[in-house]
């Protein structure tokens, strides 16, 4: 795993951005995640895509995951929000910004779709992920498969309390989200996992530190051969091996 650790959130969406648009400038297929985290990082693209140094004219983009049960025309629904925060802004073509169906009549057929569909695009050149409070990615909750395809999921109570933020109330929140499975994530070639602030500290040092478990299915990472994780101090703040992690960012052979 490459460890960079930046001293704000700002500093983490710039350096999240420098390696993105190397990969959008050369038509690269993009896994794009939704959440507060990638925010930063979308304006910064954003930003970049108006100064004309980046397009994704060239790019199709496949979403983590999706509610079920939303609409997509639901301002909630992640299909709508990765439009608002981000695709919108630039060139992407809008058919090749695809997401689960969440609202289909058959989730587990839904699913399966979806991870065809990656597959039959060649798979994802690189994934950007955020990471839950309790180690989630995606909504692959604590006791998901490491090997789990894009599948219908339940929500952790956590994560129902830590999105209740963006609906009226816990109650509004869905309960079931589709989601890229941990193995369908796997695949991708490039894993690039944000994290941002202190109440990400403790799944950040179990991803990076603890075990290969299914209670931190972020941990994952540790089995994939090239997955980069940007940190800001606040999230970093657990890791046991900090002092190391910074020489060998600094001290880059190449
Ligand atoms: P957040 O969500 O970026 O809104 O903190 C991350 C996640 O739950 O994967």
Do not use: W
């Amino acid at each position: 795993m490459d460890i960079l650790i930046r001293s704000t959130p700002a500093e983490v969406a710039i350096a999240a951005a420098d390696i993105f648009v190397r990969y959008a400038n050369a038509g690269a297929t993009l896994g794009l995640a939704t959440g507060s985290t990638p925010v930063a990082m979308y304006q910064e693209l954003t930003a970049r895509y108006e100064r004309q140094e980046v397009s994704f004219a060239r790019s199709r983009a496949f979403l983590l995951d999706e509610y079920v049960g939303l609409a997509r025309s639901h301002e909630q629904s992640y299909y709508s929000t990765i439009r608002r925060v981000f695709t919108s802004h630039v060139d992407f073509i809008d058919e090749l910004v695809q997401s689960p169906e969440g609202d289909a009549a058959d989730s587990d057929r839904a699913a399966a779709a979806y991870d065809q569909a990656i597959r039959h695009a060649g798979g994802i050149d690189i994934q950007l992920l955020g990471i839950g409070g309790n180690g989630h990615i995606g909504f692959n909750e604590p006791s998901s498969s490491l090997q789990s395809r894009t599948r219908l999921e339940t929500l952790h109570p956590r994560t129902v309390q830590d999105n209740a933020r963006f609906f009226e109330n816990t109650d509004s929140v869905p309960r079931y989200a589709l989601t890229q499975g941990l193995g369908t994530i796997s695949e991708a070639r490039h894993l690039l996992l944000l994290a941002t602030g202190t109440e990400k500290s403790s799944a950040v040092r179990d991803m990076v530190e603890g075990p290969l478990s299914a209670h931190c299915p972020a941990s994952v990472l540790q089995l994939h051969p090239r997955a980069t994780v940007i940190l800001d101090e606040d999230a970093a703040s657990q890791l046991e091996d900090y002092e190391y992690y910074r020489f060998v960012d600094e001290h880059r052979p190449h």
